[in-house]
């Protein structure tokens, strides 16, 4: 069974960077062919995808998001990291980590996400 738990701080001040941390359990995330993503949620609004990392370290990102997002991975702690740096209010949401396989687009494992909300 897979489980992935996120983690991180609930509150984050604007300007400053946002980093949520998702542990993996029941499945290695170097094994193939997973897409380990992050989605976030604004109040309001329909799911975002922010971007993902293969069970091969390869990373990609949402254009909008790309010049201020950053995932990477330990492998050694079976975990994959989200940093979102200058961080406004518009990234208020529900950060959620999945699992994808074989780039579907579809998730077939997700944490139960966490509120962040930003303060200014």
């Known amino acids: 069974q897979v489980q992935l738990q996120e983690s991180g701080p609930g509150l984050v001040e604007a300007s400053q960077a946002l980093s949520l941390t998702c542990t993996v359990s029941g499945v290695s995330i170097t094994t193939g062919y997973a897409y380990w993503s992050w989605i976030r949620q604004p109040p309001g609004k329909g799911l975002e995808w922010i971007g993902y990392?293969?069970?091969?370290?390869?990373?990609e990102y949402s254009p909008s998001l790309k010049s201020r997002t950053s995932i990477s991975r330990d492998t050694s702690k079976n975990q994959f990291t989200l940093q979102v740096t200058s961080v406004t209010p518009e990234d208020a949401a529900v950060y959620y980590c999945a699992r994808d396989v074989l780039n579907r687009w579809w998730y077939d494992s997700w944490g139960r996400g966490t509120q962040v909300t930003v303060s200014s």
């Open positions: 990392i293969t069970y091969s370290g390869d990373t």
